[in-house]
């Protein structure tokens, strides 16, 4: 039982801390205002999250797929016992 309460205390403070933090922090708009001005002009998608998933992050979401499948490919040829090997 003490545990939970020093659990749920902890995690408290930790969501008051990055609170506040998010609150204090000044961000800058440029990226989506750019996005927001130029997205259909550059890309031709009317839809936004689309036109920067699919125009200006391809490369990057291509490469992060490729880096998943060479993952999962190591870890399946390692978790293989070596009975199953020929």
């Excluded at 969501?15 to 961000?27: A, G």
């Excluded at 990057?60 to 020929?86: H, P, Q």
Aim: avoid cysteine; charged fraction near 20%; charge should be negative.
């Amino acid at each position: 039982m003490i545990k939970k309460i020093i659990t749920i205390i902890l995690l408290v403070i930790i969501f008051l801390s990055f609170s506040s933090i998010l609150i204090d922090l000044d961000v800058d708009n440029y990226a989506k205002n750019y996005l927001f001005n130029n997205g259909l002009e550059e890309t031709g998608s009317k839809n936004l999250i689309t036109a920067i998933y699919l125009d200006y992050r391809l490369y990057d979401s291509l490469f992060e797929a490729g880096l998943l499948l060479v993952t999962v490919s190591g870890i399946i040829f390692i978790s293989k016992r070596d009975d199953d090997v020929i």
